[in-house]
C-alpha cells in the first residue's frame, strides 16, 4: 500500500537561502527555517519558549522566482517532506537535524525589521517540468 506525508512550518528564516549546482548538474537552494512555540509551565506559570530548526531545500530551477524574496527574517510557511537525520553533538549526545524538502513556499510577513510590507505576499508552488499539465483551453468540458 503507497503512503503520503506532507509537513507544513510556519516559522522565520535563519539564514539568507545558498544555491549550488551539485555533480549531476542539479540546482539546490537551502536556508534554514526556525519554528518556535511557546506556553506556560502550570507548575510555576512561567512562560516557556522552544524552537525547532529545519533545514529547507528547494531543488531545481524552478524556484527562482521566489527566491529573491527568502531572506533572514523573513516569516514563511513551507509545506514539503520532512526527514530527520541523525548525528552526534560536541558534547557528545545523540541529535538529529530536520530537512525538509520543499514543495511549496508562502511567503507571510517580516519581524518588522524591514522596509517591507507585512502583508500576506503569497505562495509559490513551482509546477514540475514535464509534469503532463495540459492547457485547460484544450480541455472538451
Same mark, same amino acid.
Given at each position: 500500500m503507497a503512503g503520503y506525508e506532507q509537513t507544513m512550518i510556519i516559522g522565520n528564516v535563519g539564514r539568507d537561502p545558498d544555491t549550488?549546482?551539485?555533480t549531476s548538474g542539479e #540546482?539546490? #537552494?537551502s536556508f534554514s527555517v526556525a519554528v518556535s512555540r511557546t506556553w506556560r509551565d502550570r507548575a510555576t506559570n512561567e512562560q516557556k519558549e522552544t524552537t525547532n %530548526?529545519?533545514?529547507?531545500? !528547494? %531543488? +531545481?530551477?524552478? %524556484? $527562482?522566482g521566489v527566491l529573491p524574496y527568502i531572506r533572514k527574517g523573513r516569516q514563511l510557511m513551507v509545506i514539503g517532506t520532512v526527514s530527520a537525520r541523525?548525528?552526534? /553533538? $560536541?558534547? /557528545? #549526545?545523540a541529535k538529529a537535524s530536520l530537512e525538509l524538502r &520543499?514543495? #511549496?513556499?508562502? !511567503? !507571510? +510577513?517580516t519581524r518588522g525589521d524591514?522596509?517591507?510590507p507585512s502583508s500576506d505576499m503569497g505562495s509559490y508552488h513551482p509546477t514540475?517540468?514535464?509534469? +503532463? &499539465? $495540459?492547457?485547460t483551453d484544450q480541455i472538451p468540458f
Open positions: 549550488r549546482k551539485l #540546482t539546490v #537552494t %530548526w529545519y533545514s529547507v531545500s !528547494l %531543488w +531545481g530551477d524552478r %524556484w $527562482q541523525p548525528y552526534t /553533538g $560536541q558534547d /557528545g #549526545t &520543499a514543495d #511549496t513556499v508562502h !511567503l !507571510l +510577513g524591514s522596509d517591507e514540475p517540468q514535464n509534469s +503532463g &499539465a $495540459q492547457d
